[in-house]
């Protein structure tokens, strides 16, 4: 008898595991949803501008996080988009896991090289995490021309602080005008946003993208432009599209494709 009940529970558990995991990805698809549509209700109370991850001053340029000391949280964007939410819940993921996110990003198809804490050592744990979501920061990856997948293009439909080419700082606007596909175009999904500290003093960062991959079912959820919000299978980063000159993009990640 306790043999046949031991059977049926190795049977039993991973079922509940799956239909656990279901749930889940259907909370985190409804957050992602409601996140990327308040996205488009602050761009009609600010002249079609994309909400930025952050809005305070950058701290000394050559150091890349922007934002320090007590005043950064009021400045993330978990702050900021709060008159268009339904209260803090909309920003927890329960598939959130830091040692897991931490793998995603020591990936080499990441931001790694495969080993661990290549990439997630100084980010990985935080000292406090303001969500388990991230949302689309200024950021272009690989100009010009890619035929080979191996540095497809990317720039995140992101408004915040930015490094120009003198390695100053400049503030992108992103407007929804600007975006080409909306509806192709993720604004938030699965990653984190965070607050931490290093030898330089405090900083907030906010992930997505690959970061993301494996929380759901060894997918991601994902928020677009258009305000819908879908489950990738995949690692997001890793879907790309060729544009008329055969030129290889990241589809999720390029919003003048």
Request: charged share 20%; net charge negative.
């Amino acid at each position: 008898m306790t043999a046949i009940l031991g059977i049926l529970m190795a049977m039993t558990f991973p079922v509940i595991a799956e239909v656990r995991d279901s749930v889940r990805t259907t909370m985190c698809l409804s957050n992602t949803k409601q996140l990327s549509a308040a996205v488009l209700v602050y761009a009609q109370d600010y002249d079609d501008a994309v909400l930025p991850w952050a809005s305070c001053a950058p701290k000394t340029p050559g150091y890349a996080q922007p934002c320090s000391g007590d005043s950064s949280s009021a400045a993330l964007w978990t702050d900021t988009i709060q008159p268009y939410v339904k209260g803090r819940q909309s920003l927890l993921c329960l598939s959130f896991q830091p040692i897991e996110t931490a793998r995603a990003m020591d990936e080499a198809t990441c931001d790694g090289d495969g080993t661990a804490g290549s990439a997630s050592a100084k980010l990985v744990p935080a000292d406090f995490y303001t969500a388990g979501y991230g949302l689309a920061y200024p950021l272009t990856l690989n100009p010009g021309c890619d035929k080979s997948g191996s540095k497809p293009y990317a720039r995140y439909p992101g408004s915040g602080w930015t490094k120009d080419f003198s390695g100053g700082y400049v503030y992108h606007l992103q407007t929804l005008g600007g975006v080409i596909s909306p509806a192709r175009t993720a604004i938030v999904g699965d990653g984190l946003t965070y607050q931490s500290h290093n030898a330089d003093g405090p900083f907030v960062g906010t992930l997505f993208g690959c970061e993301g991959r494996g929380r759901h079912k060894g997918g991601a959820t994902l928020g677009f432009l258009d305000g819908h919000s879908k489950w990738i299978s995949e690692d997001p980063e890793q879907v790309l599209e060729e544009d008329k000159d055969g030129c290889l993009f990241e589809r999720y990640y390029a919003a003048d494709k």
